[in-house]
């Protein structure tokens, strides 16, 4: 493996399209991004956006070759061991100067670790990353560095057997000592998924162990922002407070979840995007009415609820009026 390090995964790549305002005007509808910085005759380009300018799209760049990268052959190496399976973990980019309309993008990228094997919950397997070096115009512009993890997926317990056989068919099958077996046993209860916390909304965490709903606040401008971000949308300002939620919101939009099934869920649950009275919204579960009953401007109250021992969530408890 280690053998592919530092092998190319990319050799002159060209971007299909130069920086060009019609992507970046999607890109930021998209992203409800209204950053000034990305409109007007001195536009720039989200950073951000520095990997969808090397992208091949549904037809790929296809070199007219046919031959395989060397990414291509540890990608082969790994699913014939058996690491058949493939989740992106993460991307890093870093930026070294701004793309702008007509910038002409070329790349190159190479396998830049390959590490040895381990153990998540997914699986067993091991984290292929790679790093693209992206140039506007033949001037280094960023650097975009992916990570992925090739793996053999954990076996699934199998499914529990249903809590009783149908009426008048089977009778239990004799246990080892040659007695009817007992009652089946149940399978412990999955739990709910954790939250991902990271140093850019860990506060918000944190407030919740507190029980308090916290809010960014911009100390350059004062617009609210959630969830939790590094920077200001409105402004660009790094710099931040925060300001507890009084808890009250109406309901701006929901689901009602039937399907697919989430083995720690029971469905049918309604999730809610409440608009809090600050004017942020956030996404949550709704408590203490039935789904069918969730509407559209329905005042909630935040609550919070206790999921397990170590997982406590804000929900916001609706009213029917
Ligand atoms: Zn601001």
């Known amino acids: 493996m280690r053998a592919f390090e530092g092998e190319p995964a990319a050799i002159g790549g060209r971007g299909k399209d130069p ?3 019609a992507m970046i005007r999607h890109w930021c509808e998209a992203m409800g991004d209204g950053h000034p910085a990305y409109t007007g005759p001195e536009a720039v380009a989200p950073p951000t956006m520095l990997q969808a300018w090397t992208m091949g799209g549904l037809s790929g760049h296809g070199d007219g070759t046919g ?20 989740v992106a973990t993460d991307c890093e ?9 007509g910038d002409e993008i070329t790349f190159d990228a190479v396998i ?10 997914l699986g ?15 001037e280094r512009a960023g650097t975009h560095r992916f990570r992925i993890l090739k793996y053999a997926p954990a076996r ?18 004799p246990g080892p000592d040659g007695t009817a077996s007992s009652a089946p046993t149940t399978a412990p209860r999955p739990r709910r998924p954790r939250p991902v916390t990271n140093r850019d909304n ?14 960014q606040r911009c100390t350059r401008c004062t617009t609210l922002r959630f969830p939790w971000l590094p920077g200001c ?10 300001v507890e939620s009084a808890g009250e919101g109406t309901v701006f939009s929901y689901v009602v979840m039937h399907h697919p099934p989430f083995p720690a869920f029971d469905p049918p649950y309604a999730v809610a995007l409440v608009e809090l009275a600050e004017g942020v919204r956030m996404i949550s579960g709704v408590t203490g009415v039935r789904p069918e009953e969730v509407r559209i401007g329905m005042p909630v109250r935040l609550e919070f609820q206790r999921v397990d021992e170590d997982l406590e969530l804000p929900v916001f408890r609706g009213s029917v009026s």
Request: hydrophobic letters at 30%.
């Open 233 to 242: 949308n409105a402004c660009g300002s790094r710099e931040w407070d925060t």
């Open 112 to 121: 830049e670790s390959v590490s040895p094997r381990k153990t998540t919950k």
């Open 202 to 215: 860990e506060g918000f965490w944190e407030g919740v162990a507190r029980h308090r709903l916290l809010i």
């Open 156 to 173: 699934r317990p199998a499914a529990p057997a249903p809590a009783e056989p149908p009426t008048g068919t089977a009778t239990p099958a």
């Open 93 to 101: 980019q870093e930026y070294l100067r701004p793309l702008r309309p």
């Open 19 to 21: 920086v060009n305002t």
């Open 124 to 138: 067993t397997g091991h984290f292929v990353t790679t790093r693209m070096d992206v140039r506007a115009d033949g």
């Open 67 to 86: 031959r395989a990268t060397r990414y291509d052959e540890l990608l082969g190496l790994l699913d014939g061991a058996g690491y058949t399976s493939v």
